[in-house]
């Protein structure tokens, strides 16, 4: 009788812990979205953003580890990276390694600033401490654009060549934001929704091919282009 008793406790024992092991791998597994354009053209470069919340920002806690400064360069007369993703509140470091000056500015929302004509390193990195889409310009060199995704969740991720990114599955659904600088939307808007596990996910993202932009004429070159 005792021992039909521990076989029985040992067998519940086991189930329950392979009930577990299955739902946490449920849980933990991954999600592949494949981001194309309204064209069947897949979309590299795409920012992912799980559990974005529209909630005010709070102060870092000076106790918590600081975010590393990231860095925006200007390389042969084009930003680099193209796309920059950072932290709510992280500063970004504004270089001009290219042998000529540059004049780089935003009018965005999330971040309006302007660095004056310099060339080397700036005086100081600027905070960034409004989540949303930054887009940069040089008032010198028009076809200088870059953009700078400043996120609320530590939980961003960006397509790779092929269109695809892989989300940890921790909730279920799974909230996302889906974001792309050719996006036809506004270039402040998100494309919001909640996704089901599943194995591979197509979405779509309404696009347009960018407007053909110039420098300025050779008043603004001054002998520095």
């Known amino acids: 009788m005792f021992e039909r008793a521990l076989q029985v406790f ?22 592949d979205l494949v981001i194309k354009d309204q064209h069947g053209m897949v979309l590299p470069n795409a920012v992912v953003e799980i559990g974005q919340a ?8 000076p106790s918590v580890k600081k975010l590393p400064v990231a860095v925006m360069d200007q390389v042969n007369k084009q930003f680099l990276p193209e796309l920059l993703i950072v932290q709510q509140g992280q500063l970004i470091n504004f270089p001009n390694s290219d042998n000529i000056r540059h004049n780089v500015y935003s009018f965005s929302s999330a971040k309006s600033f ?5 060339s080397g390193q700036p005086k100081e990195p600027i905070i960034f401490d409004t989540q949303g889409v930054v887009v940069l310009g040089c008032n ?3 076809s200088m654009v870059g953009y ?22 921790t909730t279920q659904p799974l909230q996302i934001s889906v974001w792309h600088a050719l996006q036809t939307a506004p270039l402040e808007n998100k494309k ?28 603004f070159k001054g002998g520095n282009d």
Do not use: W
């Not at 529209?54 to 806690?61: E, L």
């Not at 302007?114 to 310099?118: D, E, G, I």
């Open 10 to 31: 040992a067998k519940k024992r086991y189930l329950f812990a392979l009930s577990v092991l299955f739902s946490h791998a449920a849980i933990s597994a991954n999600i």
């Open 54 to 61: 529209n909630t005010a920002f709070k102060p870092t806690n």
């Open 114 to 118: 302007q660095l004056k004509l310099y």
């Open 140 to 142: 010198i060199h028009d």
């Open 148 to 169: 700078i995704y400043v996120a609320k969740s530590e939980q961003v991720y960006k397509t790779d060549k092929n269109g695809v990114v892989s989300l940890p599955v």
């Open 192 to 219: 919001m929704m909640n996704i089901e596990p599943q194995a591979i996910l197509p979405i779509t993202i309404n696009t347009s091919s960018p407007a053909p932009r110039n420098t300025f004429g050779s008043q």
